[in-house]
């Protein structure tokens, strides 16, 4: 039976608040004509908002999602952004910013239906308020963290933050990393290889090696975000459960494993 890891991406990010950007483009017929979505008040109103606010799942829904992978035989990697960034620039650790959803994930982590990946310390750009959003555009590009313009110590010190919190709270610390938006540089693969992460899981990661880590593609990933069940509630998680009937669910770091014995002469 063929193994496929699944993923939710963006569990305790303050993208979900301040990543807001409107469509920029509206379909009429054959054309697509420009829009001035991201203009004020726009980019906050559906069907014109495209991505923030909305809210975090709570405690309740996380039980809920524990309760329908037991159901579906299946196992998840939960990526947490380990630090919530306020309005103001304050970074809050996840357990004290979410603590019964945080209680929950160790539960479910210490059932084995959970792995917990790291997804950054703080999902987006900080330097400079790069990450509020502005009155006249969207500011979607900043809420990636681990841009190759960064200088080398935002690269160590982010992930090593994540990890400190990570594995203070779960008792253990996390061995995949999930890159914010797929961003990833030569700086960040060099500080998680020192930082204890052995697998990383993104978009294009097919042909990369070296580090000592292990990368899994999105190819092999039924990859989706809290968003998706925030908006679309439990339905949407059903969905993605029987999109690949036949296959068993795994987490990343149980398929970047059999990907590593297959190598393995
Ligand atoms: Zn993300």
């Known amino acids: 039976m063929d193994a496929v890891a699944l993923r939710l991406d963006d569990v305790g990010a303050a993208s ?15 054309l697509a004509l420009p829009f001035p979505g991201n203009l004020l008040f726009l980019k906050y109103l559906p069907p014109i908002k495209r991505w923030g606010p909305y809210a975090e799942l709570t405690a309740a829904q996380w039980e809920a999602i524990l309760r329908a992978l037991d159901d579906a035989r299946a196992r998840l990697t939960v990526a947490v952004t380990a630090g919530w960034v306020e309005d103001g620039g304050r970074i809050v650790p996840f357990p004290e910013k979410f603590p019964e959803q945080a209680r929950v994930l160790r539960d479910g982590l210490s059932r084995g239906a959970l792995e917990i990946a790291n997804h950054g310390y703080t999902h987006c750009v900080v330097q400079d308020g790069l990450y509020r959003p502005r009155l006249f555009s969207g500011n979607r590009a900043f809420h990636r963290e ?4 960064l200088p080398d110590e935002i690269h160590r010190e982010h992930l090593r933050a994540a990890q400190d919190i990570l594995g203070a709270w779960f008792g253990e610390r996390p061995r995949t990393l999930v890159p914010p938006g797929n961003i990833l540089s030569p700086k960040t693969v060099a500080a998680a290889a020192g930082v204890g992460i052995r ?3 993104c978009l294009g990661a097919a042909g990369r090696s070296g580090d000592g880590i292990t990368y899994v593609d999105d190819a092999h990933v ?4 809290d968003r998706d069940i925030a908006v679309g509630g439990m ?8 999109t690949r009937p036949g296959a068993r669910l795994v987490t990343v770091a149980e398929l970047a494993a059999l990907q590593e014995a297959r190598r393995a002469p």
């Open 222 to 225: 039924l990859a989706f975000h």
């Open 235 to 242: 339905e949407s998680l059903r969905r993605v459960l029987e």
């Open 146 to 149: 681990f841009y190759d313009w």
């Open 199 to 201: 697998y990383i899981s």
């Open 16 to 30: 979900k608040l301040h990543e807001v950007y409107g469509v920029t483009r509206i379909r009429i017929g054959p």
